[in-house]
């Protein structure tokens, strides 16, 4: 595409960025001839207005600075590009963007094309690759607190990841376990004007719930290899019986290792566009967090829709169409 005017929005603590970088990606637009204007957004917000200024925006961050500008840009028509900076950046994984700063870019200005992407919402909050309920919420929340008291920056990336998954593990062992409702909703039946039912279709139990929009989640692994941003519904893996930190671990593992043999059984995979969940303890669910791509959320109870075409991204012709 032939873009003109392009906004950078950038995290300068997400996980792989460096000054280095961030002047190579100026350098970039520059020796282009694209004028790009710049935008950080741990000391400025992103206004809607700007899809009137800019042709593109660009993320330079995570899948958390992702989420917040898509939250800011949703049903927007201005392209987004992201260029993974992240720890784990799942959508870029998803997008098969390449790993080197040099080849993204010139992927994302030369060959990416626009596309309307379907997001998911858990309550008022967007979400592009997933959200999750209960013991992963309750891990992100927990890493946020951690990162925001430690005042060292790791920038080997390798390093961060095993100290992340390490945080993970021990963190795991504090958690415990609720027990989650999980509603699939139907359509909304009308009895009169006035009043509104809502029909539900089916009901599940469960310890942990991961509602995926794209296909990897955690690092690059496929617990959802059939699942894709433009299906119309998500893919939702249930974990139903949980008494600890392994039986989750085993129960995920089971899931990339043995996805053709659980892929279609209920007590694994539910296919929805719209649930409803919350404690099976009405009381509990204040203490019971979810979380929007690697960001804490909030607590239950939280209803999740699929919302068709609500953000144009940049995509890689070679991803997921």
């Given at each position: 595409m032939n873009f003109k005017k392009v906004l950078i929005i950038y995290n300068p603590k997400s996980g792989r960025f460096s000054e280095k970088k961030f002047y190579y990606i100026l350098n970039f637009f520059r020796n282009g001839n694209i004028y790009a204007d710049t935008l950080n957004i741990i000391e400025n917000c992103v206004e809607k207005s700007i899809a009137d200024i800019f042709d593109m925006v660009l993320v330079v961050g995570g899948d958390g600075s992702l989420n917040y500008v898509i939250n800011a840009l949703a049903?927007?028509?201005?392209?987004i590009a992201h260029l993974p900076m992240g720890t784990v950046n799942l959508f870029a994984l998803e997008n098969k963007t390449p790993y080197s700063?040099?080849?993204?870019?010139?992927?994302?200005?030369y060959k990416y094309k626009p596309a309307s992407i379907n997001l998911g919402k858990a309550n008022d909050r967007y979400f592009i690759a997933m959200t999750g309920i209960g013991l992963d919420a309750f891990i992100v929340k927990n890493m946020e607190e951690k990162i925001r008291k430690n005042k060292k920056r790791i920038y080997n990336n390798s390093l961060k990841y095993l100290i992340y998954i390490l945080n993970i593990i021990k963190l795991a062992k504090n958690y415990k376990f609720?027990?989650?409702?999980?509603?699939?909703i139907g359509k909304e039946v009308s009895e009169n004007y006035f009043t509104k039912q809502t029909e539900i279709c089916s009901k599940y139990t469960?310890?942990?719930?991961?509602?995926?929009?794209?296909?990897?989640?955690?690092?690059?692994?496929?617990?959802?290899?059939?699942?894709?941003?433009?299906?119309?519904?998500?893919?939702?893996?249930?974990?139903?019986?949980?008494g600890g930190r392994m039986d989750v671990i085993f129960s995920i593992l089971k899931s990339l290792t043995f996805y053709k043999r659980y892929g279609n059984n209920p007590d694994f995979y539910i296919k929805a566009d719209k649930i409803l969940v919350s404690s099976s303890i009405p009381s509990q669910n204040k203490n019971i967090f979810y979380q929007c791509d690697g960001e804490f959320a909030g607590t239950l109870p939280v209803e999740i829709e699929k919302v068709p075409g609500a953000i144009t991204m940049l995509v890689n012709p070679e991803s997921f169409f």
């Open positions: 049903f927007t028509n201005i392209p700063l040099r080849k993204a870019l010139n992927e994302i200005i609720q027990d989650l409702s999980l509603q699939v469960g310890k942990e719930i991961i509602v995926s929009n794209i296909r990897y989640y955690g690092g690059p692994f496929k617990v959802f290899p059939n699942n894709s941003p433009l299906n119309d519904k998500f893919d939702i893996r249930l974990v139903k019986n949980a």
